[in-house]
């Protein structure tokens, strides 16, 4: 069972419960992803689109800004995408990257998009660097995906995300707690596990309150989500390295301050992609599509006109 809604033809919303995917037996299936689209209607030819993913906990409308630049600079039409157990996008209990990019490809086949740039972030990364090798893998000659941009983070396997897991504690604690919770209360709670003011934004963005309860719940399924980090499923990489890399072009920008793209990961990279170029931006680190955008795209400006002129 599924409902859509479409708003002003730009914003399409998927819902599935988990218990009614369960139910027929379908938790491994693909999911329709609710996106929203910046069309670009002045182009006197058809270059492919711009995905975008976003990170853990994330959604849409945090690239609403780098997606609007990027729509105008090249020219392209730009999906922002929530993946699944995010925003307005479907819930299931499957977290997984092969299930992630296997419902990005299954959303480029129904709207039939080629050519297409896949740029993610952190978990978005991972599911935009999947779908680009499995699908370079499966028709090496269609051109699905015409290039990829992984923003902080690299096709390796590390350690759980141990300060997530400390955000949903903290949001837990402050949904179900006996005690009232105010706007104040909410930012010294999380100050004391966040040191970033953006970071702390950002969480209380996840939960909101009930005007008649004044309890608060969360937007995100936040057991889901961290059941998926404790068993490593966010954290990982099981894509098999094969003889034959894959063949489309690659960006990795990296905050100087972060350690998710490390040079020891470099090998790593080598052994998927013939072509990748990696760009450092100082003084940012693994939200650095947030604390830097403007640098964030301009080498995604001009990775892409130099590689579409190819």
Same mark, same amino acid.
């Given at each position: 069972?599924?409902?859509g ?7 399409r919303c ?17 999911l329709? !992803? ?5 069309p670009?209607?002045?182009?006197d030819?058809n270059p492919?689109?711009i995905?975008? =993913? ?6 849409? =409308?945090?690239?609403?800004y780098i997606?609007?630049?990027l ?5 392209? #039409?730009?999906?922002l ?12 209990e499957e ?9 990005v490809m299954?959303?480029? $086949?129904?709207?039939?998009l080629?050519?297409?740039? !896949?740029i ?8 935009a660097? @999947? ?6 893998r499966?028709?090496?000659?269609e051109d699905m ?7 902080e983070?690299? %096709?390796?396997t590390?350690? %759980? ?11 837990n604690h402050i949904i ?5 919770y105010?706007n104040?209360? +909410?930012t010294?709670k ?10 702390r934004q950002?969480?209380?963005s996840?939960?909101k309150r009930?005007?008649q309860t004044?309890?608060?719940?969360? $937007?995100i399924p936040?057991e889901? !989500? $961290? ?7 966010i954290?990982?990489?099981t894509?098999?390295?094969q ?5 489309? %072009?690659i ?8 350690g ?7 090998h790593? +990279?080598?052994?998927?992609?013939s072509?990748? @170029?990696?760009r450092?931006?100082? #003084?940012?680190?693994?939200w650095?599509?947030? @604390?830097?955008p ?10 892409v @006109? ?5």
């Amino acid at each position: 069972m599924s409902v859509g809604i479409c708003v002003n033809n730009i914003t399409r919303c998927g819902f599935h419960t988990s218990r009614i995917l369960r139910s027929h037996g379908i938790r491994n299936k693909s999911l329709d !992803l609710a996106y929203k689209l910046i069309p670009y209607t002045l182009k006197d030819k058809n270059p492919g689109p711009i995905l975008i =993913m976003h990170g853990l906990f994330g959604n849409k =409308m945090n690239n609403r800004y780098i997606g609007q630049k990027l729509h105008t600079r090249l020219k392209r #039409d730009v999906y922002l995408l929530d993946l699944r157990n995010h925003g307005e996008s479907p819930i299931n209990e499957e977290h997984t990257y092969d299930l992630m990019s296997a419902d990005v490809m299954n959303f480029l $086949k129904q709207h039939g998009l080629k050519d297409s740039i !896949l740029i993610g972030h952190s978990m978005g990364a991972k599911v935009a660097m @999947e779908a680009t090798i499995l699908e370079d893998r499966k028709h090496p000659k269609e051109d699905m995906v015409k290039m990829c941009v992984s923003i902080e983070n690299a %096709p390796v396997t590390t350690l %759980p995300l141990g300060k997530f897991i400390k955000y949903i504690d903290v949001l837990n604690h402050i949904i179900y707690s006996s005690e009232e919770y105010g706007n104040k209360e +909410i930012t010294e709670k999380l100050a004391e596990i966040e040191d970033n003011l953006m970071v702390r934004q950002f969480l209380k963005s996840l939960i909101k309150r009930d005007p008649q309860t004044k309890k608060y719940k969360s $937007k995100i399924p936040l057991e889901i !989500l $961290k059941k998926a980090i404790i068993s490593g499923k966010i954290s990982e990489w099981t894509v098999l390295a094969q003889d034959r890399l894959c063949n489309v %072009p690659i960006l990795f920008i990296r905050g100087v301050n972060s350690g998710f793209i490390a040079d020891e990961y470099i090998h790593g +990279i080598s052994q998927y992609f013939s072509q990748f @170029e990696i760009r450092d931006i100082n #003084d940012a680190g693994h939200w650095v599509n947030a @604390e830097k955008p403007e640098e964030c795209i301009e080498n995604i400006v001009e990775f892409v @006109e130099r590689h579409g002129e190819e």
